[in-house]
């Protein structure tokens, strides 16, 4: 069975500082891995995503995510936040050689970047 | 640079209606899935679609029906709508580089 954990609903932090939401996952083989964020009252932005290679992936918006394969974690990071990044933010795995495009998500982080 | 649109952006039903969410997207993409987000849930898949005419079911699929009729449509129907039916609902296609790619939501309630 394929499935995330994404263990704080909420993270808040000061502009300017760093910050890293937390993402585990659970699947059979070798993931494929992704972060995507929800401002209110819109869909889902993709923000980056893992399929092999380099550990760290860098995306959209000066983010970037760092896989390791032994802690089977995937979390997302910034060295600056803003007050533009608060918003809903999840992680979402699929298993290789499962059905394209079947993703399974984590509950959501809300980030909070208080000025 | 449409994407992936959805119709109606909100809409409110009665118990019992039936109605059909739209769903379009303009990148010739084979796989199509149709999720619910409710709060606290994340995101359910409720069915998904690999190509015209093959459909198959998601997590939640009691209540919907879909079909795929052609590579960029891909309706989703609620057959009785019911109070647990009320949340938002999201379309979503993916082609073969593995990103999946999002509409902007259609807030449905059920009264």
């Known amino acids: 069975a394929q499935s995330v954990a994404q263990p704080e609903d909420q993270v808040n932090v000061a502009e300017g500082n760093p910050l890293t939401v937390k993402c585990t996952y659970s699947?059979?083989?070798?993931?494929?891995l992704f972060w995507y964020v929800q401002y209110p009252n819109r869909g889902l932005q993709f923000l980056l995503k893992?399929?092999?290679?380099?550990?760290l992936v860098k995306g959209s918006y000066g983010f970037e995510a760092e896989f390791n394969k032994s802690q089977t974690s995937f979390h997302l990071k910034k060295p600056s936040a803003l007050v533009s990044d608060s918003a809903l933010y999840f992680c979402?795995?699929?298993?290789?050689?499962?059905?394209?495009?079947?993703?399974?998500f984590g509950r959501g982080t809300q980030l909070t970047v208080w000025p | 640079n449409a994407g992936v649109t959805q119709t109606p952006k909100f809409q409110v039903l009665k118990t019992g209606q039936s109605m059909t969410l739209q769903c379009a997207q303009d990148?010739?993409?084979?796989?199509m899935s149709w999720y619910r987000q409710d709060p606290g849930m994340g995101l359910r898949l409720i069915h998904y679609?690999?190509?015209?005419?093959?459909?198959d079911q998601g997590e939640v699929p009691n209540g919907y029906n879909v079909s795929r009729s052609t590579t960029e449509d891909f309706p989703l129907r609620l057959l009785s709508a019911a109070p647990s039916q009320t949340s938002v609902y999201f379309c979503a296609s993916g082609g073969r580089k593995n990103t999946i790619y999002f509409g902007e939501g259609s807030w449905l309630t059920v009264v």
């Open positions: 990148m010739n993409h084979e796989y």
């Open positions: 893992y399929i092999t290679g380099d550990n």
């Open positions: 979402a795995v699929r298993a290789r050689g499962s059905t394209l495009g079947r993703l399974y």
């Open positions: 679609s690999v190509g015209a005419g093959i459909t």
């Open positions: 699947v059979s083989g070798n993931p494929y």
